[in-house]
């Protein structure tokens, strides 16, 4: 029940994953290198989205978007971790936030 209960909680936060590893693989490639901060805004997004969810993530990414024009002056911005630590979640090697330990 506590496994079901974590997928459902999870599956929200995965399907925006799947959706941003679509888009990083298929559309992001046409454009080419032109975010002005590293990591990308899709990998931002991405990374903000498996650390804090996906409204905090989300949330997250629409503001770094909006930083990103071609005046800003760009440069490196990581995603701030997250003060709740997530001990109990990890990334599998798609990128998917799963529970439990370890690699997936």
């Not at 969810?53 to 971790?81: M, N, S, T």
Request: proline content about 5%; charged content about 15%; some cysteine.
């Amino acid at each position: 029940m506590r496994a079901t209960l974590t997928f459902l909680w999870l599956l929200p936060r995965n399907i925006c994953v799947a959706i941003l590893r679509g888009y990083r693989a298929v559309i992001s490639p046409l454009y080419g290198d032109v975010c002005r901060y590293y990591p990308s805004c899709s990998a931002y997004t991405l990374g903000a989205i498996q650390e804090h969810g996906v409204v905090k993530g989300v949330g997250l990414g629409a503001w770094r978007i909006a930083r990103c024009h071609p005046w800003a002056r760009g440069g490196i911005d990581d995603v701030p971790e997250s003060r709740h630590h997530h001990d109990h979640y990890h990334l599998t090697r798609f990128g998917f936030v799963a529970a439990g330990h370890g690699k997936g």
